[in-house]
């Protein structure tokens, strides 16, 4: 069977198992079937993800032009710290950037490759570690705008990661830590006027199982761009990457808005 569209993040749902999709404008996949399946992946444009146009994708599924411009990019985006709609101060859309930012975000530890400090909505959770591959995930803090999680990631930062080794992680070369004691060391490396949010009892600790029939020893990305044909059989998928028996690896949400055809 063939399928073919724009690819787009995995969409999962979160059970033992993770269950993965990957879904195209008039059809999906269930992913986790594919397992010991051998896939065919074939590039055949491109098309961004924002004004739809046949443009080269330059970032996050988009074309230049509307990655320069589109609210849905601003740098607020990677670095929740930016943010300014509770000043209600415009960086490009100031009525998308209040929608956005000005909801409950969590702070947290996410143990990936090693332990890290991240953000995300509280609508994302569980679904922002599933993304990175975290064996593990532990809330902080629940802040009511983007900024607040964003000085507290920036003050944790100094003390913990903020990015994942995709290489380690896909190994699953991932260290024993125990996430409970590090949240109760870090109350006061966070900000002031975030302590009042602090997680003081809370403590709901997340634990995610990824459907891998086996993790490579080395890992070699495929790059659609370089290699636009590529067959292989599916071992494993991690984070918003699809593992091949032969150790390539894919990131789906590095090419977003590449027009793809899937044979089975």
Known sequence: MTYEGVLTKMQTEFSNPIQYYLVFENSFLSLNQLLDKSLEINFVGYQCLNCVKKKKIF????????????ASAGDWIMKPELS????????????????????????YLALSSEVKVGVTRQTQVPTRWIDQGAVQALPIVEV??????????????????????????????????DLLKEKASLKYLIPKEVQEFYYSEKNNLYELHYPVLQYPNK????????????????????????MFEDGTVFNVRTFEGYVVKISI
């Open 144 to 177: 009511p705008n983007r900024y607040l999680a964003g000085i507290t990631e920036v003050a944790l930062k100094n003390h913990y990661a903020d990015k994942t080794n995709w290489q380690k992680m896909l190994k699953n070369d991932v260290p024993e830590v």
């Open 59 to 70: 970032r996050q599924g988009f074309c230049y032009d509307c990655f320069m411009s589109s």
């Open 84 to 107: 300014t709609a509770h000043l209600d101060i415009e960086d490009r859309d100031l009525e998308y950037e209040k929608r956005v930012q000005l909801q409950p975000h969590i702070v």
């Open 219 to 242: 890992v070699n990305s495929l790059n659609l761009d370089k290699l636009p044909n590529f067959s292989g059989k599916l071992t494993g998928i991690k984070g918003q990457y699809l």
